[in-house]
Each structure stands twice: as structure tokens, then as C-alpha cells.
């Protein structure tokens, strides 16, 4: 298997050691901006697409900065391979020219969003297919303290931090959009505050109140940049009960019950999407995240 990367951070070593997992003979390409960048042993880098043109890649990783999302996709179109994108698709929703070309070339894309792996949100979907129950309302929590995120980097030099660059917590934090997208289909209306006065001081947003409407409930989801104590819990009021998830921990609850529990840790949702994401490539079908999919969650976040 052959693989090229655009964007060799943090997030590619996650995506790189899920690969190694399944392939250990993996050959890993990277398409590099600069000759000055770093080396990371065991890829091979690479200066132009042309240089990359000479290669039969199996799919390539977009894993740079978001803002740059848009234009990696329009040159490797050029390939003609499939494409495992980075969450979120991109900063601005003015992408149409993108999506129809991939459309039209029948590139098989996927857009990772690992939380749909986590078992418990698994759980849930399946068990909201069975527990007829009616809905009446759902909050959504996932706050965070971004000076943490990333050991020995000044945070606020950080893309997270800078909305030029595609920070901000709406769309660092899209996976919790992303869920409710999978679990529930878009919304009829969108309602949203989003600030940064918080006291970690940056320029991107740092806070976001999404008020999303459904024709028999709401859906309030709530994102922050600066709660130190990490919280990651969504909770569904049904007609009968509530069914409590805890992302944290993999636990689901209802009426104050343990329905279910697993030892898995979101960190491992990595090797379950490749692993998905290759079984599609396998078998020649198109991914439950397409651009067209991820685009639907941007326009929740952005609109």
C-alpha cells in the first residue's frame, strides 16, 4: 500500500500509526510546501505534485491546516485517487466548484470524523432504532482546555487559535456537530452565539451555543476552549427517560442505569476509521462521510 500525506502534524502521526497498525509495510509519502520542512523518518518526501504524479498512490491523507483544505483537494482531483480528508471539509462553505468536480470524477472521499467509531455513540444510534420512545430534547457538552491540547506549542500560535487559519472551536469541535448530523439529519432552523472573551485570550472563537431545530425538539449544543476539568457528554430526554452518554468514559445510561460500558478510549477510534475506511476502499463503495456529507455538517456550523 502507498500513501501521501499533505500535513505531516499531529493529527497525521494519529492517521500514520493507525496505517502502520494494519500494513506495517506501508510505503508513506509526503507532499511537502517547502524543502525546509522537518523529515520524518520513514517518509518519503516529496516537492511537486508532478513528483507525486509519478507515483500509484492507493489514497492520500489532507491533514493540513483547514483553510487550506480546499485548494489540496482541487490539485489532487488531478490524481485521480481517493481522498481521506481531515475534519472539517473546510473554513467557508464556498466550495460548490470542489464538490461537483469530485462528484463528476466519482472520487470516493471520506471526511474523518473518528467520534463516530466511539462505541457508545455506536450504541446509542443503534439503541434510539429500537427504543421507539418520543424525543423531547438533547444537549450536547464538549468543553475542553485548549493551552493543553498540544505539550511544548504556545497555543495561541496555533491554527486553533487563529481564525484565519480555520480555528475556532465550532469547527476544531465539529465532531459534536457531526454526531448529532449522523445520529438525527439536519435541522430545519440553525440558531448559534459564538465569542472569544474568554480568559484564555485568543482571536478565534472560543465558545459556541448551537441551538439546532428539529420538528418535534431541539438540539442545544455547547463547545468551549477553557473548561480545565474536560467534560464530553451528550444526553437525550425521551418521552420515558434520559439516556445519559459519558464520550469520556465509553458509558451509556438510562434512567440512571448502566445499559452500556467498554474500555475503549477515543484515541482508539483512529484504527477503527482506517480500518473502515480501507474496507470501502476494498470494495469499491462510497464512504457514510462523503464531502457531500461533511459539507451538510458545515453548513450546520457555519450557515
Request: contains cysteine; aromatic residues 12%; hydrophobic residues 40%.
Amino acid at each position: 500500500m502507498k500513501v501521501l500525506i499533505v500535513g505531516l502534524g499531529s493529527i497525521a502521526k494519529k492517521h500514520i500509526n493507525a496505517i502502520k497498525t494494519i500494513d506495517a509495510n506501508v510505503s508513506l509519502f509526503a507532499l511537502r510546501s517547502s524543502r525546509d520542512a522537518f523529515h520524518m523518518e520513514g517518509v518519503e518526501d516529496l516537492f511537486s505534485l508532478d513528483e507525486a504524479s509519478l507515483h500509484q498512490f492507493d489514497f492520500s491523507i489532507i491533514s493540513n491546516p483547514t483553510y487550506k483544505h480546499c485548494e489540496t483537494i482541487k490539485s489532487l482531483i488531478k490524481l485521480d485517487i481517493p481522498l481521506f480528508i481531515e475534519k472539517p471539509l473546510s473554513n467557508n462553505l464556498q466550495i460548490d466548484d470542489v464538490l461537483k468536480k469530485i462528484v463528476a470524477e466519482g472520487i470516493i472521499t471520506y471526511v474523518a470524523c473518528n467520534l463516530r467509531f466511539l462505541p457508545c455513540i455506536q450504541f446509542v444510534r443503534d439503541w434510539l432504532q429500537k427504543h421507539l420512545s418520543r424525543i423531547n430534547e438533547i444537549n450536547v457538552y464538549c468543553g475542553s482546555y485548549l493551552p493543553e491540547w498540544r505539550k511544548g506549542i504556545n497555543y495561541k500560535e496555533n491554527y486553533s487559535a487563529i481564525p484565519e487559519m480555520g480555528g475556532g472551536v465550532q469547527l476544531d469541535l465539529i465532531h459534536e456537530i457531526d454526531y448529532v448530523y449522523w445520529l438525527f439529519g439536519m435541522p430545519e432552523k440553525v440558531r448559534k452565539t459564538l465569542t472569544n472573551s474568554s480568559s484564555i485570550g485568543i482571536k478565534a472563537n472560543d465558545y459556541a451555543n448551537y441551538c439546532l431545530e428539529y420538528k418535534n425538539f431541539n438540539v442545544s449544543i455547547v463547545l468551549n476552549y477553557f473548561r480545565r476539568d474536560s467534560k464530553r457528554t451528550f444526553e437525550i430526554v425521551l418521552e420515558d427517560g434520559t439516556i445519559f452518554v459519558n464520550l469520556l468514559e465509553d458509558k451509556v445510561f438510562f434512567r440512571g442505569e448502566t445499559i452500556f460500558s467498554s474500555n475503549l478510549k477515543i484515541s482508539d477510534t483512529y484504527l477503527e476509521q482506517m480500518k473502515y475506511f480501507l474496507n470501502c476502499l476494498s470494495n469499491h463503495t462510497f464512504t457514510f462521510n462523503s464531502v457531500l456529507n461533511a459539507y451538510d455538517t458545515l453548513k450546520i456550523c457555519l450557515t
